[in-house]
């Protein structure tokens, strides 16, 4: 999960990313290339905890 500096959320996983930007593929939803300035954070939405 990713929340933009817009306050929009958006799924996926992460396939690619550089300096500048990353790559989030989607089930169902066209794949987005994200500047990391837009992005506020990244969290897991499942993490597994031991």
Known sequence: M???MDGQIVRGWIEYYDKNMVRLTRDG??????FKHEIMYI????PKRK
Request: net charge negative; charged share 25%; no cysteine.
């Open 43 to 46: 969290a897991e939405e499942n």
């Open 29 to 34: 939803a066209p794949n987005l290339f994200i």
């Open 2 to 4: 990713l929340k933009l």
